[in-house]
């Protein structure tokens, strides 16, 4: 199956600092979606962006599925952005496969 | 508009015994996914419904694990009898579609924990 890698694995940021999380995926994908998890454990659509870019407040997000790579930027990071981002790919035969997550760590 | 909705939203077992945890998804819906996540990795695909047909379930444990949709609305997923490796978040989602425009949205989860 595809294979879904996320970098860094942590991030830790201070407020008002921008950051950028990659996204790569090994195969050709139909589509993908950015999640937020939230401390609780929900997680939150954040973009389904199977190419170009997409904002939406802070957050924005690239694919270029020719090169088989997702960014999601972070602007201007908050407190409450601190959680686990999660990238999924659906690959040709619709299965979402995620990558490990990256860990974002906000400070005050 | 109602998001997935799952309970219960935390269940504590012994090993061996069982455990069902129930999904309402999206209205309107037709494609919906039962993930395991073990803490530290990203969710992992379980099975998924078309209605109330199963689409994938090759990655379900089925010795112990089962999963319906019998109206093709509400599901349930049961672990019988558990072990402590399940001890995870059971995360349901729902979907227009299967194929494109199949953006998934999910269920808040239940954290179960076997002792």
């Known amino acids: 199956g595809i294979q879904v890698e996320q970098s860094p694995p942590d991030l830790i940021l201070q407020e008002g600092a921008n950051s950028t999380l990659r996204c790569n995926f090994s195969?050709?994908?139909?589509?993908l979606q950015w999640f937020h998890q939230n401390p609780w454990g929900q997680l939150i659509n954040l973009f389904y962006?199977?190419?170009g870019t997409k904002q939406n407040g802070r957050l924005s997000a690239t694919t270029v599925a020719t090169e088989r790579y997702s960014l999601l930027y972070i602007s201007s990071s908050q407190t409450t952005d601190s959680g686990v981002y999660f990238c999924?790919?659906?690959?040709?035969?619709?299965?979402?496969?995620f990558g490990a997550g990256t860990t974002v760590t906000v400070r005050a | 508009e109602a998001g997935v909705a799952q309970s219960p939203r935390y269940k504590i077992i012994e090993k061996r015994q069982s455990v069902a945890f129930w999904c309402n998804p999206i209205?309107?819906?037709?494609?919906l996914y039962w993930y395991q996540q073990i803490l530290g990795q990203g969710p992992k695909l379980l099975i998924q419904?078309?209605?109330?047909?199963?689409?994938?379930d090759s990655q379900l444990p089925k010795d112990r694990f089962s999963a319906e949709r019998l109206k093709g609305v509400d599901s349930t997923l049961k672990i019988q009898p558990a072990k402590l490796e399940d001890s995870a978040v059971y995360l349901c989602?729902?979907?227009?579609?299967?194929?494109?425009?199949?953006?998934?949205?999910f269920g808040p989860g239940t954290r179960l924990t076997v002792l």
């Open positions: 989602a729902s979907s227009l579609a299967q194929g494109l425009f199949n953006e998934q949205f």
């Open positions: 195969d050709s994908v139909n589509n």
């Open positions: 962006i199977p190419s």
């Open positions: 999924a790919a659906h690959p040709n035969d619709y299965k979402l496969s």
């Open positions: 209205s309107g819906h037709a494609t």
């Open positions: 419904f078309q209605n109330n047909g199963v689409v994938d």
